[in-house]
């Protein structure tokens, strides 16, 4: 196996145990075991858990970010690009794996030592958001609205959260 491959087998195992199990409750050899990566070579792509904890958001910010960007960008009026949003978290809500925001999740763990991607992360969302009205004030408000209904359904999953939400920016959208 080369590097390019032993790096994403262990960006695999990293997200999988990482989001499932949390960040602190993972050690490195853990992670070698399940992505069949040596330790030695662990180590070498990886010199330290925060590089790999780094790693992992990075790759996951990428995928969750144009996932959801092209789900918005879809519709053709600028009022149903938002309200995408929300069609797109509630079939996220239900995906069998789903734990919340693997961001929020972070920095819950690590606090201010989470690796500045968590606020990152939060940064680019809100610039979606402000992309898809033009108005950074409903922006503010359209990213509680994903950030609290995210935080709902991490306990309590399914696409209800996300269907309540919508409900209140279609209210803040007006006609």
Not at 126 to 133: E, G, I
Request: hydrophobic share 45%; net charge negative; aromatic share 8%.
């Amino acid at each position: 196996m080369d590097d390019e491959e032993a790096r994403t087998r262990l960006l695999d195992a990293a997200e999988e145990l990482f989001y499932r199990h949390g960040i602190q409750a993972v050690g490195m050899d853990r992670i070698r075991t399940a992505s069949g990566v040596p330790l030695k070579r662990l180590y070498r792509l990886f010199p330290a858990k925060e590089s790999l904890v780094t790693a992992y958001l990075e790759r996951r910010d990428r995928r969750w970010l144009d996932s959801l960007r092209t789900a918005a960008l879809a519709p053709a009026q600028p009022r149903a690009r938002v309200l995408a949003v929300f069609d797109w978290l509630a079939d996220w809500f239900t995906e069998p794996d789903f734990r919340g925001c693997a961001f929020l999740n972070a920095y819950g763990e690590l606090g201010a030592a989470a690796p500045e991607v968590v606020r990152t992360h939060k940064v680019e969302l809100h610039a979606l958001l402000t992309d898809l009205t033009a108005d950074p004030a409903l922006a503010d408000r359209l990213l509680i609205l994903t950030e609290g209904a995210t935080a709902v359904a991490a306990l309590t999953p399914g696409p209800e959260p996300a269907r309540r939400a919508r409900e209140i920016a279609e209210l803040l959208l007006g006609e």
